[in-house]
């Protein structure tokens, strides 16, 4: 089992800056991806950024590339997501997840656990 816990959310107006940070506890050495995904209202959950733990690969939606970029600091079993030049069609739950089989990049089916969330809102 891995545990997720997100923070980092919160109000911003465009153009601000946020950072979400997934703490991952548990079973953390089985983790072969961490992905991070958000829904808006009324819509699917949706891709937004995913980082390989071990190797460091990281891989974006294309909305999201050149402002966001994710990593991860193995020594506190914590992934971040750096949003820059946020927008307010960026407005959604953030979601972590984590995905053992190092096959399931943007696929959330595929991932096998889930932070609860937090709110991200983006102001004009």
């Known amino acids: 089992q891995v545990q997720l816990v997100e923070s980092g959310g919160g109000l911003v107006q465009t153009g601000g800056s946020l950072r979400l940070s997934c703490a991952a506890s548990?079973?953390?050495?089985?983790?072969?991806?961490m992905g991070w995904f958000r829904q808006a209202p009324g819509k699917e959950r949706e891709f937004v950024a995913a980082i390989r733990w071990s190797a460091g690969n990281t891989y974006y939606e294309d909305s999201v590339e050149g402002r966001f970029t994710v990593s991860r600091d193995s020594a506190k079993n914590t992934v971040y997501l750096q949003m820059n030049s946020l927008k307010p069609e960026d407005t959604a739950v953030y979601f972590c997840a984590a995905e053992t089989t190092g096959w399931g990049i943007r696929n959330p089916s595929l991932y096998d656990y889930w932070g609860q969330g937090t709110q991200v809102t983006v102001s004009s």
């Open positions: 548990g079973r953390t050495f089985s983790t072969y991806v």
